[in-house]
């Protein structure tokens, strides 16, 4: 082999090696184009509040389930990213007077029909007609498909007219787009 045909071989290979280079640099950019956006909105988290004025029932059909004290509620209100809602919740709950364990299903649903679904645990305390808990969101359908999120509910009730009102404040997070 004569000098210039081992450069010219040499400069082919360099060219080769450096091309090589290059396409991987722009397929892992692209690459990360794609799935940034997505990984972004997955995990971005915007404020989330409600505020219900509901109506509760205790220990009827078809609220009952195995739990000493079920409340049954229905309300209306206003929520961040839903507008006016509507809301469904049991309350399971051990008896007592104050500080008492309790779990909390809740359904919100937007004027469109699209829900957020809340699983929450605390307390009650009947005596200062007050409760508290701490809610994850477990779902949604419609543009709140896919939904997370997490926060608190407070509950200030009068029980000679079985009222309450319901504040949940926390943040919320949808695949869907959130105003």
């Known amino acids: 082999?004569?000098?210039?045909?081992?450069?010219?071989?040499?400069?082919?290979?360099?060219?080769?090696?450096?091309?090589?280079?290059?396409?991987?640099?722009?397929?892992?950019?692209c690459a990360m184009l794609v799935a940034g956006p997505r990984q972004a909105a997955a995990t971005s988290l915007v404020p989330f509040h409600a505020t219900i004025t509901e109506t509760y029932v205790v220990n009827t059909t078809p609220c009952q389930s195995p739990a000493p004290v079920t409340i049954c509620s229905t309300g209306t209100g206003q929520a961040t990213h839903l507008g006016e809602i509507r809301e469904v919740a049991v309350v399971e709950s051990s008896p007592g007077a104050c500080r008492v364990a309790e779990r909390r299903t809740t359904t919100l649903t937007a004027a469109n029909g699209d829900q957020i679904m809340l699983d929450a645990t605390?307390?009650?305390?009947?005596?200062?007609?007050?409760?508290?808990?701490?809610?994850?969101?477990?779902?949604?359908?419609?543009?709140?498909?896919?939904?997370?999120?997490?926060?608190?509910?407070?509950?200030?009730?009068?029980?000679?007219?079985?009222?309450?009102?319901?504040?949940?404040?926390?943040?919320?997070?949808?695949?869907?787009?959130?105003p």
């Open 1 to 29: 082999m004569s000098a210039g045909e081992y450069t010219v071989t040499r400069k082919g290979r360099m060219a080769l090696i450096t091309g090589r280079r290059i396409a991987l640099a722009v397929l892992a950019l």
């Open 122 to 178: 605390g307390w009650n305390c009947r005596t200062e007609s007050t409760a508290s808990d701490t809610y994850t969101v477990t779902g949604g359908t419609g543009r709140y498909r896919g939904a997370t999120g997490r926060g608190t509910i407070n509950v200030t009730f009068t029980p000679a007219i079985r009222e309450a009102v319901v504040t949940i404040d926390g943040t919320l997070s949808s695949p869907g787009s959130l």
